[in-house]
């Protein structure tokens, strides 16, 4: 059908639903006459990132006006930042599972209470490359844990819930050849490893802790290497369990800082 799916039996039973950390809800937002026509929606970090990707993509859609006064739809809020071009919604979700996770349980809801189909969503950002040069765009083919497994481990309860986290194959392979448009940087499809933290999680060296040697750390990188990673980042596989259980045809791609 298109539709984004809910998997929540509770929903259809509340007489409205609040998107608390998007100050927007089905009561006091037409969420329908709002979003109804979008079609892409991309999701990165920072809020002053996706306001430029938002200005940019009204520019390349040749909409009305300069894009310079695009108004954030979340002002009620200061935990994201949510801008439209068209039929492009341009959304901030932090840094870490944690955040990215809140911010994407209230926007399939969104997606949902709008009627919107056949939605595409891609998290754009950066990351640590793995055996890369600088400036390297990666697509990820598979979000994988610490351990290279492709898998979101989640405690629901007091239980270890594992979800998939397979990504949308054509849209990788549709976005490696839309780059080949672009020659000014290199473009590669590769496996994607999401960390709990940016330093001790990703072998950082330069923490307030450091539990292990440059060697073991060296060591470890390869091996995530060997299993296929090119880059490191912390919201991915989040992302891909959330958007592939929801319906939506989601990608994960990231330049390599």
Known sequence: SGLVHIKNP???SMEEDVLYHLDLGTKTHNLPAMFGDIKFVCVGGSPNRMRAFAQFMHKEL???GDGEDL???CAGTDRYAMYRAGPV???SHGMGIPSISIMLHELIKLLHHAKCRDVTIIRIGTSGGLGIEAGSVVITDMAVDSSFKPRFEQVVLDDVVVRSTELDED???ELLACSKEIPDFRTL???TMCTYDFY???GRLDGALCS????KKLEYLKRAYDAGVRNIEMESTAFAALCGLCGLKGESSCSRL
Do not use: K, N, R, V
Request: aromatic share 8%; proline share 0%.
């Open 10 to 12: 509770y929903l259809d």
């Open 62 to 64: 040749g909409l009305m």
């Open 71 to 73: 108004a954030d739809i």
């Open 89 to 91: 919604l341009s959304i």
């Open 171 to 173: 849209l990788a392979e």
């Open 189 to 191: 499809i590769g496996h």
């Open 200 to 202: 001790e999680g990703q």
């Open 212 to 215: 292990f040697s440059s060697e």
